[in-house]
């Protein structure tokens, strides 16, 4: 039994077996093939691990963003001078990845809970069976009571009243002097499978540097503060048209990073583009137009509750991190080594097909690759050819030698 | 030399290499090994290729997503005639993609900062001993000064008074009538990898079909427009009971796409369901329930800082948009080949073990596959055959021939 | 033609190819070739499969977050004194999975629209010359009228008056009292692919657990209420630091599941970190320093619109939920045999190139492998060798027979 492993053993460690390969020297099928084999390996190397980087791993970040916006504007609505600054015209004020910069309004100040009358359109009515009392449209502001407001010709309803005029949007925008706002955007990346994080105020970005540069895609491709009238242009927007409707544009913090190089090439990369459809589409064809929101301020006056309603049209901007980190490792580089060779065997039964199917020497080369086993059978199929000496001499055993 | 890299050359290019097989005619392992090798090429063209798209790579999209309610409410509490409009009772105002929709509140008016009893429960003292100055309870409502409200039987603390009382929720739920808000969805996605960019405003989605349309999953499912009400009941949650304490709703925006076909038919699926815990559940058996948050609203009053608490219970709604899109690419087709050629050579290792260990006559079969190398060794072990005349030439030099 | 189908089918059924081995014994090339093999092997099991999870597919989750924080402060600023609790230090109120606790501030109160001279520093002046009326600087209130205020010495400007004086931060910070302020997090994850949902109220954690416990690493890691102070401490800042010029911490919830096993044992794990840089840089380094936002409460006082302004610093907290959950899955199990098998070819390929040119014997072993097809020409190459007795035979045709 000892002998029976130890004589196994020593047959395993001390054999090796190699596939016996048949050399073909024929000049056609060579170079045909020798060319199938290089494309492969120029596809393996070329393709796989240069361009596409198949050597290497990806992840990708986990990412925090904080905006501030800089900068005042002023409005005159009949009359009504107004200084709006930050804590005014940003929503929300904390300065998250996603906030709204008013540019225009539409606003109905002293509203009181009560019943009046609709505005004129979709709710004109002549007599009171034309409201149905209790019953809400779809538009309306607040449920009909069932009375037809005569000096109107409009349903009387429930609601904060006067209800809100939003037919006619401002022209120019009011908060047109949005264009010359700052906004300033810090950005903390983390890829947790590599363990680094970086942060888009990379070296050489200081405090100095900050309080003056302005963004540029060719002067200050780094600098974190953007114009606003800058980011609306290179979305391929126009300003006074975004302000006047409200819009919505998207900032992509692009993080291509190659591991493998120092860490200070790890630069974000930053793109705009405006989200909701091509800008250069018309009005008429677009389904949904422009980025608005209602608000309202509310305040007691001679203790009744009143609002001030703020129909906002503004530039929602988006601030989208997109991330992908690569680094060299041994796994995916060893899984393209192995498809590789599995891609040079199917290289290899083609070469076969054209060597066994399609030369005039194919019966020739057939028996050159194949040893037949036969056993006890009698060998008289036309595949038996004078280059089977050997083979039969297995078929009939010692006799041969005789001879 | 010259020569010599010539040869080389003409050598590599003209030569063919194909490895030598050894062709067994057997039924049974033939067959056997056939079976084997159609199940391999089944399983990489039928699960891999067609049913796992392995020859697509993919990518996920980076998306943006703008809410609108439409909607009016009307409470009446202690006679008190309240308006609900959009700008009251969805928090935040902005139409981001994380909103909660209030339906049901409890409201302290009139806070003041001062000094008062805590509520009946866990705040119980029968004299100041019980209540320690200047310590917190986590469930108080502000640090406690130390003495014991005799007429309330609690401890007094420096809170906001009176403090809130919140141990009778509403029922029914105050704006039961949220049922019937409608939730517009805009949303945008792009795919960086394939550089596509698609809205859920699809082909046929005009101004004229949203201002009429309603969501509903066979009849119109690509209507951006979906009421409330049915949004819970698609959850599985019922709505008087979610309205009463809130819940959480998730709205997934499904965008699974194959760009090998026609743009168009990139569109999204809606679905909805409850976040946080089978809706099913008692109460009594979660952890936490329902979904509430503070929010204050601010005056003065003859000077006096004075604030409006609202205990606010809402249906919060995540819209989340899950995404995968698949287009054809050349190497994870060519990988897929690889490592489905690799998986043959693991067939014919099987097949190899079935050939040499198993059937009867395997001994005949390791010798027609090996050919051994043994050199100047006497060739006396039981694997010496008949067949072995043509390597027995190999060991005795040209004796043989003389033969 | 039917017996031609019949002969083919029965060909490739009852067939099976394997190739041939050359079974070399050669002490030094079995060793060392078997080691490589065996290395083969064990990376492919070692590391693909066991270390990395080769055999299992991946999947992300979609995720919500619902916060809530607890507790109550006071200020005492010049004799005011002030109760401050969730609904007024948290923004935004709604529970998100991104808001800031206010630490610190600088109130500016009744601030009214109008004319005033600007803060010293930026904005000196000595005459009206050195104020360019109707124009902006990037740091200033508003726009310069060109009136230069002798009284101050600075320019004046149309703004919020009096201008917000934000030199000098309260230190130590007005609201430190909120690290004794408690975070419950209450977060829902989902992988689509795998179908699983999660929460991080997971099984054991029930009301009356939630209602006592709090956070520690090691003796409640599953607790889902947090004291800030522990999670500034455990991002690596200091309280009081942190707490007056504000900051940002991830609050990193952590999936990493392997769903082969029970689904209870899929928990997450928290970490705490803090965003934009290291927390030991020191400030004169750091380019943008803190965190903090503005936001005013506007009022009507004596039917004058008036605001009172807040500049907050704040701890921002992001939370930020990572996931990966693991499957067994047969398809990238196959593709890891698959390539596995294609890295022995390597292997097998390295080996030979040993045993062809680097070996004594090699030219033997060349012999050995190689198979020649030269039809047609006279071998005369200094390759031929004893054993090629088979091989003249097929030059030479019947004749040898005669021998």
Same mark, same amino acid.
């Given at each position: 039994m000892k002998n029976q492993i130890t004589n196994a053993l020593s047959d395993f460690f001390f054999e090796y077996e190699t596939p016996r390969q048949v050399l073909v020297r024929n000049r056609r099928v060579g170079v045909v093939c020798r060319l199938i084999q290089l494309g492969v390996l120029a596809y393996i190397i070329?393709?796989?691990?240069?361009?596409?980087?198949?050597?290497q791993s990806t992840d990708t970040a986990v990412s925090s963003v904080f905006s501030k916006i800089k900068g005042v504007g002023y409005t005159n609505v009949n009359g009504t001078e107004r200084v709006w600054d930050v804590a005014d015209y940003?929503?929300?004020?904390?300065?998250?990845s996603s906030f709204v910069i008013m540019t225009n309004y539409i606003i109905t100040e002293g509203q009181k809970m009560g019943k009046c009358a609709e505005l004129p359109?979709?709710? $004109?009515?002549? &007599?009171?069976?034309d409201c149905e009392g209790g019953s809400f449209k779809r538009t309306g502001h607040g449920e009909m009571?069932? #009375?037809? #407001?005569k000096a109107n010709k409009t349903c009387e309803v429930v609601a904060?009243?006067?209800?809100?005029?939003?037919h006619n949007i401002p022209d120019p925008p009011?908060?047109?002097?949005?264009?010359d706002f700052t906004l300033f955007i810090k950005n903390s990346v983390t890829f947790p499978l590599f363990g680094v994080t970086r942060s $888009?105020?990379?070296?050489?970005?200081?405090a100095a540097y900050i309080s003056k540069c302005l963004y540029d895609?060719?002067?200050?491709? *780094?600098?974190?503060i953007f114009r606003l009238g800058d980011i609306v242009k290179m979305s391929g927007f126009n300003f006074e048209t975004i302000a006047k409707m409200g819009g919505a544009i998207g900032i992509v913090v692009d993080w291509t990073c190659n591991?493998? *190089?120092? *860490?200070?090439?790890?630069k974000p990369k930053y793109n705009f583009h405006g989200l909701?459809? $091509?800008? &250069?589409?018309t009005d008429k064809v677009r389904a949904s137009v422009g980025y608005n929101f209602r608000y309202a301020k509310h305040y007691l006056e001679d203790k009744i509750a009143k609002r001030t309603l703020f129909k906002v049209f503004g530039i929602r901007i988006d601030i989208i991190v997109q991330s992908l980190a690569r680094k060299f490792d041994i796994i995916p580089t060893l899984t393209a080594i192995g498809s590789g060779v599995g891609i040079f065997g199917v290289a290899t039964v083609v070469c076969d097909l054209v060597l066994l199917? *399609?030369?005039?020497?194919r019966e020739f080369y057939k028996n050159m690759k194949f040893k037949y086993t036969d056993t006890?059978?009698? #060998?008289? &199929?036309?595949?038996?050819?004078?280059?089977m000496f050997c083979n039969i001499s297995v078929n009939t055993g010692w006799e041969q030698r005789a001879v």
């Open positions: 070329g393709w796989v691990f240069i361009y596409e980087k198949g050597y940003v929503f929300p004020s904390q300065g998250d359109g979709k709710h $004109n009515c002549s &007599s009171d069976a009571t069932g #009375v037809c #407001v904060w009243c006067p209800v809100e005029d939003d009011l908060l047109v002097s949005a264009e $888009n105020l990379v070296e050489g970005i200081d895609p060719e002067e200050a491709p *780094l600098c974190p591991l493998d *190089l120092d *860490l200070k090439h790890c909701y459809g $091509n800008p &250069s589409e199917y *399609l030369l005039p020497k006890h059978e009698q #060998v008289r &199929s036309t595949r038996l050819m004078p280059d």
